[in-house]
């Protein structure tokens, strides 16, 4: 029997720890969503949490498990998104230093933002090598401890507290569609969900040109990531040690959906229910209201948008392109 990184018991302890933190988000419902997806659809806006994500769980839950003692030396990390954000903004809701090392070639916006909370950005070349080596030099000479984006079981655990809410909100769920990266959301929240109500579906969903995900699944052995372009920048990263577990066992199905129908689910979610999402998050919800439409093994389904971090400039070009529903 396969031990994961994280028990219920062990996201049921993140939910009381971060609970004074975090913000409970909201539920929402779309009655056109609903007819395109061919079934109920309940949306866990994710994008209401503290910096725009669901990252704050994770870095939440990490930051205040440290003793007094390590957290005295900060915390570090290598992210050039949401987690960065994050996990400034939770050591600085504890007091302490987060050091964040990010590419050259990171958005400023996002470096501003990390900064805005306190955090301390340090460069690196943008490749994984020096991201890793530069990260581990930071923790050396300062004595942070490193809070890895996804592939860390504290992070697990907190992302596993959107699941303790959704099915708290929303009763008899079938399923829940949640988009994948490394893992660490889809891993929390299938092993909360599993345990509480066995019978539901966590289906998995990437773009298609970095589905290295499915490709895992399908092959029944860890793929990396392919490298490839997405509009969906924060699921370009591959499964960690850690996550490909829960994945392989306990995940049903990863499906993959084209940027085509990224942008349009973008589109469609800021037309009809008037709010703004992150490409990340609009795979969900193009997988709802397209490969997954026809799937009859499940009714009434949580659809997880993860953040809402988008680049104004990015939002406009998406309304220049594709069409919607």
């Known amino acids: 029997m396969t031990i994961f990184a994280a028990t219920l018991s062990d ?14 988000t909201p539920v929402m419902r779309c009655t056109h969503f609903d007819a395109l997806a061919n079934r109920p659809l309940h949306f866990k806006c994710e994008i209401f949490q503290r910096t725009g994500s669901f990252k704050f769980r994770g870095a939440s839950n990490a930051v205040w498990s440290l003793t007094d003692a390590q957290a005295a030396h900060g915390v570090a990390t290598h992210s050039s998104g949401n987690h960065a954000q994050a996990l400034a903004c939770a050591a600085r809701m504890r007091g302490i230093q987060a050091h964040v090392v990010m590419p050259t070639d990171s958005a400023q916006s996002k470096r501003s933002a990390v900064e805005s909370y306190g955090g301390r950005v340090i460069d690196c070349e943008p490749n994984l090598a020096s991201r890793a080596t530069t990260a581990a030099r930071v923790c050396e000479e300062t004595g942070a401890t490193f809070i890895a984006p996804y592939d860390h079981p504290d992070v697990i655990a907190g992302q596993g507290t959107i699941a303790l809410e959704l099915l708290s909100q929303v009763s008899d769920l079938d399923a829940i569609i949640v988009p994948v990266g490394g893992g660490g959301m889809i891993s929390g929240i299938t092993i909360a969900a ?11 969903v990437e773009p298609t040109t970095v589905g290295d995900a499915a490709e895992s699944k399908r092959m029944g052995s860890r793929q990396p990531a392919t490298g490839a372009v997405t509009i969906a920048d924060g699921l370009r990263t591959s499964l960690g040690d850690l996550t490909w577990p829960v994945v392989r066992e306990l995940v049903d199905s990863v499906v993959t959906v084209s940027e085509d129908e990224i942008v349009g689910a973008l589109r469609l979610v800021y037309e009809r229910m008037k709010i703004v999402i992150e490409p990340s998050a609009a795979v969900g919800v193009a997988a709802a209201i397209g490969p997954l439409r026809a799937r009859s093994d499940f009714g009434r389904a949580g659809v997880i948008l993860c953040g809402g971090n988008i680049d104004p400039l990015l939002l406009s070009r998406c309304f220049g392109t594709s069409s919607s529903r």
């Open 194 to 204: 599993r345990a509480l109500c066995p019978k539901i579906r966590v289906i998995g």
């Open 11 to 24: 996201i049921q302890s993140a939910a009381r720890r971060i609970a004074p933190f975090i913000h409970t």
